[in-house]
């Protein structure tokens, strides 16, 4: 949720015809947002097309309630302030590293099975988590 990261991006979304736009965050991170881009010149029609704060509602109050997933060197810093963190089986072995977990890679649809597992129950309990933390990989 860096706007030096975040703004340049969502400008060029709305300056753009993309169908849609989502933005992680609270609703207080939101509304930030919203001022930024109204600063920047866009009127309400076009700040209404910013989808935010996107995702499941799960109820967490910090970042340390919510799991993340990725694979990209820019999301070891969001892996740093989430309560668990997974990495791709594709990404790099310095965000692997940086990762709670490190489920199947892309290619091997790892998001799936992480969902499966940590959401949807399928295999995957809280001593599972703690058990896989301590090896690394589920």
Same mark, same amino acid.
């Given at each position: 949720?860096?706007?030096?990261?975040?703004?340049?991006?969502?400008?060029?979304?709305?300056?753009?015809?993309?169908?849609?736009?989502?933005?992680?965050?609270?609703?207080?991170?939101? =509304?930030?947002?919203? /001022?930024?881009?109204?600063?920047? @010149?866009? &009127? !309400? *029609?076009?700040? $209404?097309?910013?989808?935010?704060?996107?995702?499941?509602?799960?109820? =967490?109050?910090?970042? /340390?309630?919510?799991?993340?997933? @990725?694979? &990209? !060197? *820019?999301?070891? $810093?969001?892996?740093?302030?989430?309560?668990?963190?997974?990495?791709?089986?594709?990404?790099?072995?310095?965000?692997?590293?940086?990762?709670?977990?490190?489920?199947?890679?892309?290619?091997?649809?790892?998001?799936?099975?992480?969902?499966?597992?940590?959401?949807?129950?399928?295999?995957?309990?809280?001593?599972?988590?703690?058990?896989?933390?301590?090896?690394?990989?589920?």
């Amino acid at each position: 949720y860096d706007p030096k990261l975040d703004d340049p991006a969502l400008i060029a979304a709305l300056k753009s015809d993309c169908f849609y736009i989502g933005a992680l965050g609270s609703k207080k991170t939101q =509304a930030a947002r919203l /001022a930024r881009m109204r600063a920047e @010149g866009f &009127g !309400d *029609n076009e700040l $209404a097309r910013i989808r935010g704060p996107v995702g499941l509602n799960i109820g =967490a109050r910090s970042p /340390a309630e919510i799991a993340v997933i @990725g694979h &990209g !060197d *820019n999301d070891v $810093a969001m892996f740093a302030r989430s309560g668990l963190s997974i990495a791709m089986g594709n990404a790099s072995p310095e965000v692997r590293q940086a990762a709670d977990l490190v489920t199947e890679s892309n290619q091997e649809n790892g998001f799936a099975a992480a969902i499966k597992r940590l959401i949807l129950g399928g295999e995957c309990s809280k001593t599972q988590v703690e058990t896989a933390r301590a090896g690394r990989t589920w």
